[in-house]
């Protein structure tokens, strides 16, 4: 696994989002897996969303971000982490099929087995 940053745009701001183990530690305790979870948020019949889920997948991914980011950061730059109803507005403007769109790619590029690396 590796650890994978990526962004979701807004018209104001741009967040960042990842998924690396800590994330997934967090949606395997919630969910009990990734697919669990993966299956609770997917838009299978376009109105069958779990609006809940996916907005604390995304709290999850965009506050392990923010908290990397402040790692390296002196304490008077650290940003504050998202609550519940920033991560809602973020999905209502960029949309769920761009939400959902963003989080599997992120998902998908961060468990993708490297081939170079499989072979050493």
């Known amino acids: 696994m590796k650890d994978k940053v990526g962004y979701i745009k807004t018209s104001k701001r741009e967040y960042p989002i990842c998924f690396n183990l800590n994330v997934l530690e967090e949606i395997q305790q919630q969910y009990g897996s990734l697919s669990a979870w993966g299956e609770i948020v ?29 790692e390296d950061l002196p304490v008077e730059e650290k940003k504050e982490f998202i609550n519940e109803k920033q991560v809602g507005r973020i999905i209502s403007e960029v949309g769920f099929e761009e939400t959902t769109r963003i989080i599997k790619n992120l998902t998908v590029d961060s468990t993708e087995v490297d081939n170079d690396s499989k072979n050493e």
């Open 42 to 70: 997917e838009d299978k019949e376009k109105d069958n969303i779990n609006i809940r889920d996916l907005k604390n997948g995304l709290m999850i991914m965009i506050n392990e971000a923010i908290d990397m980011a402040n």
